[in-house]
């Protein structure tokens, strides 16, 4: 039963080109094997999946793992990768900072590298400078953003956890409200109301991050999806976190294929 239903039955009663690397190996714990490097022959490479489906479709860009101690983000990020689709096209980077995630910390090499995507200028790093020409390249209809957080927004200081921020560009506030909707209906069990998801700040490209540069220079809809770390463990952080990128993405006309549902 779902939730609501649950709840009201009870009151009735009482989320840089691609080259094929042989020395490249899969993410761990993946099937597909990548398609590509990034940072290729640097301590910061990393596998590029891309998925092609049959028919002519939107190209989606998902990064996964940009803080390398939020292990949702990049596990549902491997997650995506493994997607088949019927039609466009799914580019997934689910180890975005390779060192930091190694290191099991938030900075890798040079900061914090969801800081250094300035609007309206060029990334201020190398690895940034990969991801945002690899992303570029793509012609992307939509991005999303993968991440973790260890509280829970509107309700633990500073924290963002359990909300998904949209840019401002096209539907993309509407698709969020959706989406954020079907989780809490679907996804969140009715006795955790503490975690509904929420829609959080629209994102207007004013801030150095990686999704505000999507929408501020690409006018492109883009989305952060944050799942909490509060009293909830990773492997389910991770199905959150998918079940959101699957609700995105369908919104934007790009589904799984029925096996892999």
């Given at each position: 039963?779902?939730?609501?239903?649950?709840?009201?039955?009870?009151?009735?009663?009482?989320?840089?080109?691609?080259?094929?690397?042989?020395?490249?190996?899969?993410?761990?714990?993946?099937?597909?094997?990548?398609?590509?490097?990034?940072?290729?022959?640097?301590?910061?490479?990393?596998?590029?999946?891309?998925?092609?489906?049959?028919?002519?479709?939107?190209?989606?860009?998902?990064?996964?793992?940009?803080?390398?101690?939020?292990?949702?983000?990049?596990?549902?990020?491997?997650?995506?990768?493994?997607?088949?689709?019927?039609?466009?096209?799914?580019?997934?980077?689910?180890?975005?900072?390779?060192?930091?995630?190694?290191?099991?910390?938030?900075?890798?090499?040079?900061?914090?590298?969801?800081?250094?995507?300035?609007?309206?200028?060029?990334?201020?790093?190398?690895?940034?400078?990969?991801?945002?020409?690899?992303?570029?390249?793509?012609?992307?209809?939509?991005?999303?953003?993968?991440?973790?957080?260890?509280g829970i927004y509107g309700t633990h200081q500073e924290f963002v956890g359990q909300a998904v921020f949209p840019t401002a560009a096209g539907d993309a506030v509407a698709?969020?409200?959706?989406?954020?909707?079907?989780?809490?209906?679907?996804?969140?069990?009715?006795?955790?109301?503490?975690?509904?998801?929420?829609?959080?700040?629209?994102?207007?490209?004013?801030?150095?991050?990686?999704?505000?540069?999507?929408?501020?220079?690409?006018?492109?809809?883009?989305?952060?999806?944050?799942?909490?770390?509060?009293?909830?463990?990773?492997?389910?952080?991770?199905?959150?976190?998918?079940?959101?990128?699957?609700?995105?993405?369908?919104?934007?006309?790009?589904?799984?294929?029925?096996?892999?549902?």
């Amino acid at each position: 039963m779902q939730r609501r239903a649950f709840l009201a039955a009870g009151a009735t009663a009482a989320g840089v080109a691609l080259g094929v690397s042989r020395s490249t190996a899969g993410t761990p714990g993946m099937r597909r094997e990548p398609t590509g490097v990034l940072m290729a022959g640097t301590p910061h490479e990393t596998p590029v999946y891309v998925v092609e489906g049959d028919s002519a479709g939107p190209t989606a860009v998902v990064v996964g793992g940009m803080h390398g101690d939020e292990r949702s983000g990049y596990l549902a990020a491997e997650r995506v990768a493994d997607w088949s689709v019927d039609a466009g096209r799914l580019v997934v980077l689910p180890r975005a900072n390779r060192v930091a995630i190694e290191r099991d910390t938030r900075r890798g090499e040079g900061g914090d590298l969801n800081r250094q995507f300035p609007p309206g200028a060029r990334p201020t790093t190398a690895l940034a400078r990969g991801i945002w020409d690899r992303l570029v390249e793509a012609e992307p209809d939509v991005v999303v953003n993968l991440h973790s957080s260890k509280g829970i927004y509107g309700t633990h200081q500073e924290f963002v956890g359990q909300a998904v921020f949209p840019t401002a560009a096209g539907d993309a506030v509407a698709v969020a409200e959706e989406t954020v909707a079907t989780l809490n209906d679907a996804v969140v069990p009715w006795y955790m109301p503490l975690h509904d998801f929420l829609v959080g700040n629209v994102l207007h490209g004013t801030a150095p991050l990686l999704t505000h540069k999507v929408g501020g220079d690409l006018g492109r809809p883009a989305y952060i999806v944050e799942a909490t770390e509060f009293l909830v463990d990773p492997e389910t952080g991770a199905r959150w976190t998918e079940r959101a990128a699957t609700e995105l993405l369908t919104r934007h006309g790009l589904e799984r294929t029925g096996e892999d549902r």
